[in-house]
């Protein structure tokens, strides 16, 4: 009988130590995660810092300037304690700093789905679409995550504390100063549908648009809000009406209500359609924006409609 208890406590400390030895590295993996999480959240809204303060403004929380002023320090705050948690920069500061943003995040999903929002919050960029439901789901995974690094890196310390600490003051500068610069960067391209050469049925446009496979066009993006709008349609009317001038649209990601009231204030001589704006963000990352459209492929892009016009009457299409 001692035999067998002393076997069976020999076997349950082998199991204990083999936990013990499981548990840092599972707190690595929670760690080494959760900070991927935050810093892929904090580059990919690097892309389009102005969209993410227009969605933050959507909650109704703060204003649309206080917003605009917001957005670029939340991502240079993502983005440098995602580096905090890669190199365990102050781990368990960082930890719990990440796990209450997180509450924090659930928190504001669920007030907006209780206000009846069902668009994208952006947390992870202006071009990647999930429904409120999914953040939350999400977000709760995440802090699971954050759990398991808690519990499981009770005091660990990286190996080189000065050197971390030195990553993360880069990442913050640099975070900061790529948000400044961002909106300048010529990444559209890359980040955008639009680019020349593209066939235009690629761009996954709406079915109720005309036509644009024949033929040549002109295509205005712009908000019918902006204090500049009714200017700038006075413009492309001058290209619409002018002779031989292409085809003349717009599409705005304004709702209905505002274009209606436009059309009545503007007059405009070509036709505006609304279209969702997690539709038309594929297209963009500031507006105004004009494209030429020639026999169904892009020929030209640019923020001045002059240009895009001399673009098409170059491309040489019919």
Sequence with gaps: MAESVNVDQIQTGRMQGRLHRALPWLGHVGRIALGLVFLVAGLTKLVDPAEFGHQIAGYGIIGEQLATLAAPLLIAFETTLGIALLVGYRLRVSILTASILLVLFIAVEAYGIAAGRTESCGCFGAYLQRTPGEVIVEDLLFLLLGVMAWFALPAWQPRRPRAAAGAVMIASLASVALAAASPHLPI????????????????????????????????????????????????????????????????????????????????????????????????YRRLPLFFAVDSGRIVGIDDDAGRVVEDLLSSGGS
Aim: glycine letters at 6%; aromatic letters at 8%; hydrophobic letters at 45%.
């Design 188 to 283: 559209d391209p890359y980040v955008t549908r639009l680019a020349v050469g593209r066939p235009i049925d690629t761009l996954q446009l709406p079915g109720d648009l005309p036509p644009l496979g024949e033929g040549r066009h002109l295509v205005a993006l712009f908000e019918v809000t902006s204090p500049d709008a009714i200017d700038l349609a006075a413009r492309l009317s001058d290209i619409a009406t002018a002779p031989g001038a292409p085809g003349v649209l717009a599409l705005s990601p304004s709702s209905d209500e505002d274009r209606t009231a436009f059309f009545w204030s503007a007059a405009p001589e070509f036709d505006i359609y609304s279209v969702d704006r997690p539709v038309l963000k594929r297209l």
